[in-house]
DNA sequence: CGTAAATCGGACTTAATCGGTCGGGTATAG
DNA sequence: CTATACCCGACCGATTAAGTCCGATTTACG
């Protein structure tokens, strides 16, 4: 419970190895699946997410690869996260989605102070960067 | 992906409902599970590990039930957590068990950053307690 | 050109976890 | 002795996560 997603932990490992190194450089999704001994097919599908996103430039063809978009200063383990998932790690259903996907909502004694700590998780995605891990 | 299981956001209701009713009174999972629309018997052994746990005193036998065994300023969310999961709250395999859970962790480039936000997230947990959210 | 190497992207399969249920046992007030 | 409540393990179905497969597109280079 709580733990991150594989996709979530490869992509996290993915940015930090394509930040790291020279400017220049790209690298392919094959080289990173095996320099950390990751299923390559999950590792390329993540990659592409962020590509998407615009974390990091896609490069198609021979010699192609990814290259980093843009600072590493400017990338949020939050927004990293987000690209993967598609939403921002929650902590519950009614804070992910709306109020009423949660079929207690009205009764729930507990929503505010979930929402508090919703508050303080969010604070400590947000604020550690990709410069950070490099 | 970081939810909360259900069985913890019962145990919260639960809690909080317990350490909300006057301080003699005795309340059945029956009571809870009915006012709240929660699955009886899964709540009734979510009580069952809290009160294991020391956080609720059960009473068996007719007009038993539970009754909050210490201060709502002594239990934090963390520690209900962990009741209820068997452990504190973990954002990877590698810090919730042993390192060699983990068959990358030898080349694992995150981790260090991973268990900094963990040590955040602890804080999180930790620090709030049940009598903030009576 | 044609080929090889890379990104794209959907569909599918398998594995693991979660949420919930069931059945039987123990304690105890009246 | 019976009704009511806690106790506890085993089981099952649904959902999700992890991983695989297949085919398409792009593009450097001989």
Redesign the interface.
């Known amino acids: 419970?709580?733990?991150?997603?594989k996709k979530?932990?490869y992509g996290?490992?993915a940015m930090?190895?394509v930040a790291a190194g020279e400017s220049g450089r790209v690298t392919t999704a094959k080289e990173i699946a095996e320099?950390?001994?990751?299923p390559y097919e999950l590792l390329a599908k993540v990659m592409q997410k962020l590509a998407k996103r615009g974390f990091i430039v896609s490069h198609q063809g021979v010699y192609g690869g990814y290259t980093l978009a843009k600072g590493a200063g400017e990338i949020s383990?939050s927004s990293i996260?987000d690209a993967i998932?598609g939403q921002l790690?929650?902590?519950?259903?009614c804070i992910?989605e709306s109020p009423d996907s949660c079929?207690?909502y009205d009764?729930?004694?507990?929503k505010?102070?979930?929402g508090?700590?919703q508050t303080?998780?969010d604070t400590?995605?947000r604020s550690?960067k990709l410069s950070?891990?490099v």
Do not use: D, G, W
């Open positions: 419970m709580l733990k991150l997603s979530v932990e996290l490992i930090r190895h320099r950390y001994k990751l383990i996260i998932e790690p929650a902590i519950a259903q992910a079929s207690i009764n729930c004694t507990i505010n102070p979930l508090k700590i303080n998780i400590v995605f550690m950070e891990i």
